[in-house]
């Protein structure tokens, strides 16, 4: 569906983004609008998940490494 333009390392760290901030919003008993902030950290865990980034996407960007013929 969607080429695959997300490295190794970059995988790793948008999943360890991801899962501390979900960690994070079910620690924390906060409340209001800046807690549930904490909840798109369902996008970079997706985005490792999925190997793709839509932003990466637009602009054309890619941090998997190069394949040659």
């Given at each position: 569906?969607?080429?695959t333009n997300v490295?190794?390392?970059?995988?790793?760290?948008?999943?360890?983004?991801?899962?501390?901030?979900?960690?994070?919003?079910?620690?924390?008993?906060?409340?209001?609008?800046?807690?549930?902030?904490?909840?798109?950290?369902?996008?970079?865990?997706?985005?490792?998940?999925?190997?793709?980034?839509?932003?990466y996407s637009i602009?054309?960007?890619?941090?998997?490494?190069?394949?040659?013929?």
């Amino acid at each position: 569906m969607f080429a695959t333009n997300v490295g190794t390392v970059d995988r790793v760290l948008r999943a360890v983004l991801g899962i501390a901030l979900l960690v994070w919003f079910f620690v924390d008993r906060g409340e209001g609008p800046w807690h549930y902030a904490k909840l798109v950290g369902i996008v970079p865990l997706a985005t490792a998940i999925f190997s793709t980034c839509p932003l990466y996407s637009i602009l054309g960007l890619s941090t998997c490494p190069v394949k040659r013929a």
